[in-house]
């Protein structure tokens, strides 16, 4: 295990590179913040949002908890959206999850784990609605990848029904919300047709990527 010291000079050692390569970098980051993206994530820690999509701090403007769940009472993750929509500004949320997620298996599973039980219910009322599409996957593991699909979407759909992006559509602004799924295995993200902007039939959109994810899941098979 890494000690703090050694935290501490991995820390140096970043800041001498980004300095090397631009010497004004700092300074510019420090006197504002631009992101053109909100990445709402998974807080799984092999799944840094920032490098995977080649952006350095300041341009990802991110929000992660298990499972990347978007709960309609949840006071953090929405007032990370009301910031990003009315304050920063950003022109496009994107909800990633990732396959061989944690939070999906344990909510597949239903294996009491503690307080977190409570959270892994917005999973499992997913589950819920599209267990026809689950049952028909050949084992856990089709299953599995299915389910870390479907749950993006789900919250995808979640973020669109907010009051701040709600808002923001009523008031003209061409904000997008999509969903994406990120592959341990391979470092690969990939876009599940979960697409949404101003004036888009919400429900044709979420339609479109829950048969598009079924699709998938029997040609993987």
């Not at 800041?15 to 970098?25: G, L, N, S, T, V």
């Not at 892994?120 to 050949?138: G, S, T, W």
């Not at 969903?179 to 919400?202: E, N, P, Q, S, T």
Request: aromatic share 6%.
């Amino acid at each position: 295990m890494k000690t703090e010291r050694q935290l501490f000079a991995n820390n140096r050692a970043w800041a001498r590179a980004i300095d090397a390569r631009d010497p004004e970098f700092f300074a510019k980051l420090s006197q504002q913040q631009a992101p053109q993206y909100l990445w709402i994530g998974c807080a799984d820690s092999r799944v840094p949002a920032n490098e995977i999509v080649g952006l350095l701090p300041g341009e990802l403007f991110v929000h992660r908890n298990v499972a990347n769940v978007v709960v309609h009472t949840d006071l953090n993750c929405l007032s990370v959206i009301q910031y990003a929509v009315d304050v920063l500004g950003v022109d496009e949320i994107i909800v990633c999850g990732h396959y061989g997620c944690g939070g999906v298996a344990a909510a597949l599973a239903q294996r009491p784990l503690g307080l977190i039980d409570n959270w892994l219910r917005h999973i499992q009322d997913a589950m819920r609605r599209h267990r026809p599409l689950l049952d028909a996957c050949r084992g856990p593991a089709d299953r599995l990848r299915l389910l870390c699909e479907l749950n993006v979407i789900e919250q995808v759909a979640n973020v669109c029904q907010t009051t701040m992006v709600q808002g923001a559509w009523a008031g003209g602004r061409d904000l997008v919300v999509r969903g994406w799924i990120y592959g341990l295995d391979d470092g690969l993200l990939a876009d599940l047709a979960m697409r949404v902007g101003r004036g888009d039939d919400f429900e044709a959109r979420l339609r479109t990527a829950v048969a598009a994810a079924a699709t998938r899941s029997i040609s993987e098979r």
